[in-house]
C-alpha cells in the first residue's frame, strides 16, 4: 500500500499547526493520502498541550524577548520546547487502517515501534513505554500525542536530536534563575538526545530515511514522497490567521474570579488531571468549571463540551460525577488509560474544600487546605495532637535546619518559630519532618501510639504526589499549603525527598492559626 511522505520545510508554530488540522480535517473527509509528514520549526517555539493553560505553562516575557513562538498543539499532552534541534514526525490517516475508533494504548505502541527501530538503526537501543514515549534506559528521548477528526487521526511525535535543556527551562513556567547545574544534571537523567546517546549528531537526511524505513517495514507500506495538494494548501491558507489568534493560542479558559476558585488535582500514569472550580455558594451552584491537564482526550472538543454541561450545576457531588460518568460511559469523553474514577479524584478534593468553606473560612484559605483520613471538620474534632512542620522553612543557615527540633529564637523571616509556638501552645507536640523517610516514621510513629490526627505544612505539589502515601498511612491529618517556590519549582524534588533541598520556603502562618483556633 502506498502512503505519502510529506517532508514539509521549517514554519512557525502557527504555520505547523494550521497545516496539522488542514491535513487531519481533509483525511477525516477521506479527501487526502495516508500521510507521514517529517516537521521542524523556525523560529523555535514553545508548544503548549491542548487542555493547557499557556499562563500556567509558559514564561511568556522569556520567549517573546528570545524570539521563541508561542502556541497551542491540537493534541494533548504536556508543553514542549521545540527547536531545530527537534525532528516532529506524524501520522495522519484513517482511523480504519488500524481498525480503531479512537486512538488507544495500542495503537500509540504501534505507531512508536517504528521510531524505536528507527533508532535502532541509527545506534540507539530505545523502547516504547506506556502510555506514549519512547526511551532509552529510562530516559525520554521521543514524546508523543494524537487527536481525530471525523474518520481520520492525526498522531505526531518529536525525536530529539540535540537537546537545550537550558533554554527549554527558562522558555517553560520553571523559576530558573534559581537553577543550578546540579538541577539541569537531574533533567538530563530524565531526558535523553540522539548526540547524548551517540556522542555525534547524525544528519536530518539520515534520521528521516531511518524513519522513514522504520514505518514502511512496520506497517506494511511503501512511502512515496509528494507535496501538498491544492485543497490542502487552500484549507492550509484560510486556516492560518486562526492559529496566528489569541483565540487559538491562549483562549480566555481562565476564572473570571481566580480569588474565588478552589482547584483539585490528581496525578495518574495518564497523566495530570486539574479541576479548578468557582463555586456559587449560596445560589449552591457551578458558576464556572476548568478542566486542565497533560493527559490526551478524545474527541477532540470533548472537555470543553463537559466543561459547559458542568457550568450552572448543582454543587451536589452525586450531580457532578453523574455528569462525568455519563460522558465516560457514552464515549462522549475518552481518555486512554485514565478511567472515570480516576478522573474524578480531584472532585472529592474540591468539595472537601467547599465543606471547609461552609464553615466561614475564605475560599482563598480553603484551597490551601488537605485533609487526608478524614474531612476537615471530622479531623479538626479529633483534635489533632501532632503539628509537622517542613525541614524547608527553616533558614538555610539554621544550625537545626536539618534537625527535628527548634528554639524558637524569634529570628526575623523563619517561620517555623511562630508556628512552633502556635502549636506548643495548644499542648500539641510539634516537630520538623526533614526527609521522605523521616515523614513516613512519623506516621507510623503516630498511628502505633494512637494519636488521633495531626497538623502538617507542604508544598501542594508534595501532597498531590503523595495523597496515597497520606491515605495507607490511614492517620487522619490536615496539609495546609507552603509559600514561595518549592523544590518541585525546581525540579530538585528528589533532594527534598533526601531531605538535602537547599532553599527556604515559608509556612502560611496566619492560615495554621486560623485552624489551630477551629480545634475545638
Ligand atoms: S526559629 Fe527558625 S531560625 Fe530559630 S531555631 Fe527555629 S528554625 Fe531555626
Ligand atoms: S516537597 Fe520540597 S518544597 Fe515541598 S514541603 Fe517538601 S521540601 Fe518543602
Known amino acids: 500500500m502506498e502512503w505519502r511522505l510529506l517532508d514539509t520545510p521549517p514554519m512557525t508554530a502557527a504555520e505547523n499547526m494550521a497545516l496539522d488540522d488542514a491535513l487531519l480535517e481533509l483525511k477525516g473527509e477521506g479527501r487526502t ?16 498541550g491542548y487542555h493547557q493553560s499557556v499562563a500556567e505553562e509558559v514564561r511568556l516575557d522569556y520567549c517573546r524577548a528570545h524570539g521563541i513562538d508561542v502556541n ?17 514526525w506524524e501520522v495522519i490517516c484513517r482511523k480504519a487502517a488500524f481498525d480503531v475508533g479512537v486512538p488507544t494504548p495500542r495503537l500509540f505502541r504501534t505507531l512508536c515501534l517504528p521510531v524505536v527501530d528507527a533508532l535502532a538503526t541509527l545506534g540507539v537501543a530505545a523502547d ?16 508523543t500525542g494524537g487527536t481525530e477528526s471525523g474518520e481520520a487521526f492525526l498522531f505526531q511525535g518529536t525525536m530529539l536530536v540535540d537537546f537545550d535543556v537550558e533554554t527549554m527551562l527558562r522558555a517553560l513556567r520553571i523559576p530558573v534563575e534559581k537553577l543550578k547545574a ?15 546517546e551517540l556522542g555525534r549528531t547524525p544528519t536530518l537526511e539520515a534520521i528521516k530515511e531511518a524513519v522513514r524505513r522504520g514505518f514502511e517495514r512496520r506497517l506494511g507500506i511503501r512511502l512515496v514522497p509528494a507535496g501538498l495538494t491544492a485543497e490542502e494548501l487552500k484549507r492550509f491558507r484560510a486556516r492560518l490567521p486562526f492559529y496566528r489568534s489569541a483565540e487559538w493560542v491562549d483562549p480566555v479558559r481562565r476564572p473570571a474570579r481566580p480569588r474565588e476558585t478552589l482547584q483539585g488535582a490528581a496525578k495518574f500514569e495518564a497523566g495530570l488531571v486539574r479541576f479548578t472550580l468557582d463555586p456559587d455558594l449560596r445560589r449552591n451552584r457551578v458558576h464556572e468549571i476548568f478542566i486542565t491537564g497533560d493527559f490526551l482526550a478524545f474527541p477532540h472538543r470533548a472537555l470543553y463540551d463537559l466543561e459547559a454541561a458542568l457550568r450552572g450545576a448543582d454543587l451536589d457531588p452525586e450531580v457532578l460525577r453523574g455528569t462525568v460518568r455519563r460522558f465516560f460511559e457514552s464515549g462522549a469523553l475518552q481518555i486512554p ?15 472537601e474544600k467547599i465543606a471547609i468553606a461552609r464553615t466561614g473560612l475564605p475560599l482563598g484559605h480553603c484551597d490551601r487546605i ?25 533558614p538555610t543557615d539554621c544550625d537545626l ?3 527535628k527540633s527548634c528554639r524558637v529564637c524569634g529570628r526575623e523571616g523563619c517561620t517555623v518559630g511562630r508556628a512552633w509556638q ?6 500539641m507536640r510539634v516537630t520538623t519532618v526533614v526527609s521522605f523517610e523521616d515523614l513516613w516514621a512519623e506516621l507510623m510513629r503516630m498511628r502505633v501510639a494512637g494519636e488521633p490526627a495531626f497538623v502538617g505544612c507542604c508544598c501542594r505539589p508534595f501532597f498531590t504526589k503523595h495523597a496515597e502515601d497520606f491515605a495507607r498511612a490511614g492517620v487522619p491529618g490536615i496539609l495546609l499549603d507552603i509559600d514561595h517556590t518549592t523544590c518541585y519549582d525546581l525540579d530538585q524534588a528528589r533532594d527534598a525527598y533526601a531531605g538535602t533541598f537547599d532553599r527556604q520556603t515559608e509556612l502560611a502562618v496566619e492560615l495554621l492559626e486560623r485552624v489551630l483556633e477551629g480545634i475545638a
Open 128 to 143: 516504547f513505554r506506556p502510555r506514549n514515549d519512547i526511551e532509552v534506559d529510562g530516559r525520554k528521548i521521543s514524546g
Open 72 to 88: 497551542r498543539r491540537n493534541t494533548g499532552g504536556g508543553a514542549i520546547f521545540f527547536d531545530e534541534n527537534q525532528l516532529g
Open 337 to 351: 488509560g485514565m478511567s472515570a474514577d480516576e478522573f474524578l479524584r480531584p472532585l472529592d478534593q474540591l468539595f
Open 422 to 427: 502556635a502549636g506548643t501552645e495548644r499542648g
Open 370 to 394: 488537605s485533609p487526608a483520613n478524614g474531612s476537615f471538620a471530622e479531623v479538626l474534632c479529633r483534635r489533632p495532637s501532632v503539628l509537622l512542620l517542613p525541614y524547608c522553612a527553616k
Open 182 to 196: 546540579k538541577e539541569i544534571d537531574s533533567i538530563k537523567e530524565r531526558v535523553t538526545c540522539l548526540r547524548w
Open 33 to 48: 493520502p495516508d500521510t507521514i509528514r517529517f516537521l521542524q520549526f523556525a523560529p523555535r517555539a514553545v508548544l503548549v
Open 401 to 403: 535546619r536539618h534537625d
